[in-house]
């Protein structure tokens, strides 16, 4: 039996969790063969290999959660020459249906790649753009937890003592400003002790604005010359920053050519449109799927076109007369601007035109 096995092809499913991944194969007419479970670990990973191959050779390997849990199995699948899908985990009505296990969903993965409902290629993860990743993840968080301080800062005034109120904050004075005179803010000693905590807390939240404000910059600096490598047509086009198109390189990732074309990417990024007519209206409504991070930062792009490019600002004004909202035309210009980046990321060896946005 083991001979017979040996000979047949076969194909792998995976679902992937923190601690341990449960495997499961099945053969090319849909047989259930067995399941078993594995560590997360490189050791795990070569042993789940060899287990899949002692039932034949293997056609590929369904994984769910590439993106995550799974990410380093197909790392390791990938430079072992094995096939590898990426898998959606399977809807709440799927798993209602069917029930929920791990032997269950690791046969529901590996179903999956052999009825060609999942045909995706997980990201690579193995080059630049994986390291920008990893920066722009930092540099996130430290956006969000300055913002979060600010808030807090600014909050805390409203409440704070009259007199300290009126010091810190009047009116039309900058974020930058108040942070400032926060920081020069000497709490000391003295009988008013709500006075005295509220300009130590003060204090703190200012320093703790300088110090993320340091570590923003700190990882800008390590950024630029990153993103400018991995693609110097995309930042040189109109509207593309450091930061867009870091975000639009960890969408894309380091193999883009996976994506099988400039429809996809878009669809990717949330940008392309979804029919919603109905009798003799036809229109097109807001996609809210997608990398939402490549889909702001799209915006980003169009906005700034939108006020400085004159091409872009003649497309809007012709599209205004054909009856378009301001909202349909940032859609339109998403669109096109996806249609641009894709080119450029799939083909970097070739010079992009100066400006795709239609006139």
Known sequence: MAGKK??????????????????????????????????????GYVALLAWLRGFGRVASVG????????????????????????????????????????????YAAAEAVLAGRAVGVPKARDGRVEAIRALHAARAGAVKARTATLNQLKALLVTAPAALREQLSRPGRAAGSIVAACLRLRPGEGA??????????????????RHLSE???????????????AAPEL????????????????????????LRNEAAFAHLCGAAPVPASSGQTRRFRLNRAGDRDANRALHMIAVSRLAHDERT???????????????????????????????????????????????
């Open 313 to 359: 600002r003649a497309y809007a004004a012709r599209r205004t007369t054909e009856g378009l909202s301001k909202k349909d035309i940032l859609r339109c210009l998403k669109r096109y601007i996806a249609r641009e980046v894709y080119r450029i990321l799939t083909r970097p060896h070739q010079s992009a035109e100066a400006s795709p946005t239609p006139a």
């Open 63 to 106: 994984v769910e959660g590439t993106g995550s849990y799974g990410a380093s199995l197909a790392r390791y699948l990938q430079a072992q020459q094995v096939k590898v899908v990426e898998v959606d985990r399977p809807d709440r009505r799927a798993r209602r249906k069917a029930g929920k296990s791990d032997p269950l969903d690791a």
């Open 6 to 43: 040996g000979k047949a092809r076969v194909i792998g499913g995976v679902d992937t969790h923190g601690q341990t991944h449960h495997a499961a194969v099945i053969l090319m007419n849909g047989r259930r063969l067995a399941d078993a479970e594995f560590p997360a670990t490189g050791e």
């Open 192 to 209: 008013d002790a709500v006075v005295v905590s509220t300009k130590t807390a003060l204090r703190s939240l200012a320093r703790r604005h």
């Open 235 to 258: 930042i040189a086009q109109h509207g593309i920053g450091i930061e867009t198109a870091a975000q639009l390189l960890i969408t894309a990732g380091d193999n883009p050519d996976r």
């Open 215 to 229: 570590e923003i910059t700190e990882l800008d600096a390590q950024l630029a010359p990153l993103v400018t490598a």
